[in-house]
């Protein structure tokens, strides 16, 4: 039984007894019960400054240590096998969609819970070395702080994700209702990734009180998910979500019956790895007189006008139509296509984060007011990015990076 992860050489444990101290003087901790509250100044540097740079955004969500290990091929039951590199770096969901915010250029803030031992000093560090703000976050002095192991299968380029959750769990009660004012002041834009459901819930409710605007990832059925997407302007899913949450017979059509029964939802998109995305967006103005057309047929047409030479992200749309599936209603709006970014086998790394990049592009893209036509294809190409490095975070790409000079 595994009850806590082996300490390797890395740069998010190096030097680190000496420096705790230090930190916890410098971050003017404060205990609050079992807990550690830090009542530092809630101004955390940015070094990736833009025009965009005073825009805040709020996320709430997972984070975690990720000890990655790279294998030639996924090992068989009872295997010993040698890794062929070892990285040791932050993780979990939220921590990656707003590291990759903050590369882009915006100054995001971070809710989340982690223990006060070296992992939990670790996660906190490498956020605010990347301007991400770690204010709000509640430290425990009991328990320990999330971290996940995750075997990276060179000959498939797939990765294999063990998690072990922090503990104990992030509370309503731990976010007082000032620290929630506080952390909610100024916020453009608030994004949830489905984790710490009740605590997330009270949040969303303050934010949509407040008429903020909600993303909210749905990677797979949670606890709690299906109140926090009443709430969600914005919708990322995962390729499998979608049906499995409506249990409609295909994409498209579950797509229709996601946005019928959200009625906030302006549009839900669908990542679906190396065959790109999907997007539905609700048409406000415009289309609702024109003929019924089936959603497949739809789809098929902007598939066949895709160019398959093409190795970067493109995105294809259709106009404003009423939609329709069988058995699961009409919907008057617009369907894209995404293309993903073709990346040659030689730079393909590790696809661990790829999910969580995209959706921090979809953050800035929102708040930078992107048409959807470039929003896609921008969150394509930092996802892209991203793959070319071990890890959810050592590939993301900063707003400088030449990569992103057609979309920024």
Same mark, same amino acid.
């Given at each position: ?155 498939? *380029?797939?990765?294999?994700? +063990?998690? $072990?959750? !922090?503990?104990?769990?992030? /509370?309503?009660? &731990?976010? %007082? ?86 009625? *906030?939802?302006?549009?839900? +998109?669908? $990542?679906? !790895?190396?065959?790109?995305? /999907?997007?539905? &967006?609700? %048409? ?125």
């Amino acid at each position: 039984m595994i009850s806590s992860p082996p300490q390797f050489p890395d740069a998010i444990s190096v030097n680190l007894v000496s420096s705790l101290l230090s930190l916890l003087v410098k971050e003017n901790f404060q205990l609050q019960g079992p807990n550690v509250i830090r009542v530092a100044s809630a101004s955390s540097p940015t070094p990736h400054r833009s025009l965009f740079h005073t825009i805040q955004q709020l996320g709430l969500g997972a984070v975690s240590v990720d000890f990655l290990a790279t294998v030639a091929s996924f090992p068989n039951p009872d295997d010993k096998i040698r890794s062929t590199s070892l990285k040791v770096q932050g993780g979990g969901n939220s921590g990656n969609a707003l590291t990759c915010a903050a590369r882009l250029g915006l100054n995001p803030r971070l809710i989340s819970k982690v223990a006060n031992d070296s992992q939990g000093k670790g996660i906190l560090e490498e956020l605010e070395a990347d301007g991400v703000n770690t204010f709000f976050f509640i430290v425990s002095e009991e328990g320990n702080s999330p971290f996940t192991y995750v075997i990276v299968d060179n000959q498939t *380029k797939t990765r294999t994700c +063990i998690n $072990t959750p !922090g503990y104990p769990p992030l /509370i309503p009660e &731990e976010l %007082s209702h000032s620290s929630l004012l506080s952390a909610l002041d100024g916020a453009n834009m608030v994004y949830f990734d489905g984790r710490h459901p009740e605590t997330a819930l009270l949040v969303a409710k303050e934010a949509a009180r407040k008429n903020m605007p909600i993303l909210v990832e749905a990677e797979r059925k949670r606890e709690g998910l299906d109140d926090l997407l009443e709430f969600a302007n914005y919708a990322v899913c995962s390729a499998k979500f979608p049906q499995a949450w409506t249990e409609a017979p295909s994409v498209p059509s579950a797509l229709i019956s996601m946005l019928l029964r959200l009625p *906030k939802l302006k549009f839900v +998109i669908v $990542t679906m !790895g190396e065959d790109g995305c /999907i997007m539905l &967006e609700r %048409s406000v103005n415009g289309g609702s007189d024109a003929e019924e057309i089936d959603v497949h047929s739809i789809l098929e047409s902007l598939k066949q006008r895709k160019d398959d030479n093409k190795t970067i992200p493109t995105c294809i749309s259709s106009v404003a139509t009423r939609l329709t599936s069988n058995g699961i209603g009409t919907l008057t709006g617009r369907l894209f296509l995404g293309t993903a970014e073709k990346i040659p086998p030689s730079e393909l790394v590790d696809t661990t984060g790829a999910g969580d990049a995209f959706i921090g592009a979809v953050l800035y893209a929102l708040c930078a007011g992107m048409p959807q036509e470039k929003m896609l294809p921008f969150a394509a190409r930092v996802a892209a990015t991203g793959c070319r490095a071990l890890g959810a975070r050592a590939g993301l790409p900063l707003r400088t990076d030449p990569r992103l000079a057609g979309f920024l």
